[in-house]
């Protein structure tokens, strides 16, 4: 069975970083793109960062642009989002996604994982 289980969230003040990882249980996670979304209260859920199968191309939001840094380890079947500068508009739940195709569609996602929640205080 897939599982896509997140870590890392939690409370932090505006300014400071957290770095949320994503534990996929995929027999072949090689082959599919990895990605961060985020959904915010009253919110539609958002992408905020994509990479590859073999992690040489990268994609990110406007906003988070600069910010964060999305990562994988193929040999640990994990991928990371390292978030920098945080701010109050960065609170959301964030999940990991999975899926064969890149760039990631939200709407084409195969597998999602529960999300951690990420909160800024101001």
């Known amino acids: 069975q897939v599982q896509l289980v997140e870590s890392g969230g939690g409370l932090v003040q505006a300014g400071g970083s957290l770095r949320l990882s994503c534990a996929a249980s995929i027999p072949t996670f090689s082959n599919y793109a990895m990605g961060w979304f985020r959904q915010a209260p009253g919110k539609e859920r958002e992408f905020v960062a994509g990479?590859?199968?073999?992690?040489?191309?990268?994609s990110y939001v406007d906003s988070v642009k600069g910010r964060f840094t999305i990562s994988r380890d193929n040999a640990k079947n994990m991928v990371s989002l390292q978030m920098n500068s945080l701010n109050s508009e960065d609170t959301a739940v964030y999940y990991c996604a999975a899926d064969r195709s890149y760039p990631l569609n939200i709407h084409a996602i195969r597998y999602w994982g529960k999300g951690t929640l990420v909160t800024v205080s101001s």
């Open positions: 990479i590859n199968r073999g992690g040489g191309s990268t």
